[in-house]
């Protein structure tokens, strides 16, 4: 008799969004979404600490493994895309919503929920 040791798959969900680190896949409420390298290396960084505001100076060291700047607008582009398959709303996004002048955080509730009760 072989013993295999067991593995603890970690999927981490958060706002309907599933990400499974280890096949580095994505679904968002079920359906799956096909990211570039970067994209899941973005998404992983934020959605890994729902709630935190990750600075673009610790996205850049994470995701682009660097500590300078290539462009300025290097991290709002794949933001962007990102933003765009996960079905965010760019305008007024509710899974990556950004801190200005401090970074990017993705909300653990979307953030018009947030406070709001039930009336009477």
Same mark, same amino acid.
């Given at each position: 008799?072989s013993v295999f ?31 570039? =390298?970067?994209?899941?290396?973005? @998404?992983?960084? &934020?959605?890994?600490?729902? *709630?935190?505001?990750?600075? +673009?100076?610790? %996205? ?12 300025? =607008?290097?991290?709002?582009?794949? @933001?962007?895309? &990102?933003?765009?398959?996960? *079905?965010?709303?760019?305008? +007024?996004?509710? %899974? ?25």
């Amino acid at each position: 008799m072989s013993v295999f040791p067991a593995t603890l798959v970690l999927v981490l969900t958060v706002q309907g969004v599933q990400v499974d680190p280890d096949t580095r896949r994505v679904w968002r409420d079920g359906s799956e979404i096909r990211l570039s =390298k970067k994209e899941f290396e973005l @998404l992983y960084a &934020l959605i890994s600490r729902p *709630g935190e505001i990750v600075t +673009r100076e610790q %996205l850049m060291l994470e995701v682009w493994e660097t500590t300078f700047w290539t462009s300025a =607008k290097t991290i709002d582009v794949h @933001l962007g895309w &990102l933003r765009r398959k996960l *079905g965010d709303d760019t305008r +007024r996004p509710t %899974l990556i919503t950004t801190i200005r002048g401090r970074g990017l955080r993705f909300e653990p509730v979307p953030p018009d929920s947030v406070g709001s009760s039930v009336a009477s």
